[in-house]
């Protein structure tokens, strides 16, 4: 089985920072792209950032300039950093991996369970 658990959500004050990070375990032989959705109630779930294995980004509009996202192949981990937030940021964050369990096996879809980010003073 694989996981992926997320840590480093909070409360923050509008302006201040947070680091997210999500671990990947279990078997798995490589990740492709490992991503960060947001979700709030009543909206769909947004694409924040995403990560190619060879290191190439994508940021949503919203966050361009304040949010970077990388990762540690090594450790199978996934970061966001999140600087100057707003209260519009508030919201639950998720991780998203395409993983291959073993070689020439089909790729596979894992979320991590979520953890909530409050920007609110």
Known sequence: QVQLVESGGGLVQPGGSLRLSCAA???IFRINAMEWYRAT?????ELVARITSGGSTNYADSVKGRFTISRD??????????NSLKPEDTAVYF??????RILGGPKWDYWGQGTQVTVSS
């Open 25 to 27: 375990s279990g078997r």
């Open 41 to 45: 109630p009543g909206k769909q779930r």
């Open 73 to 82: 192949s090594a450790k199978n981990t996934v970061y966001l950093q999140m």
């Open 95 to 100: 991780c998203h991996a395409d993983i291959y």
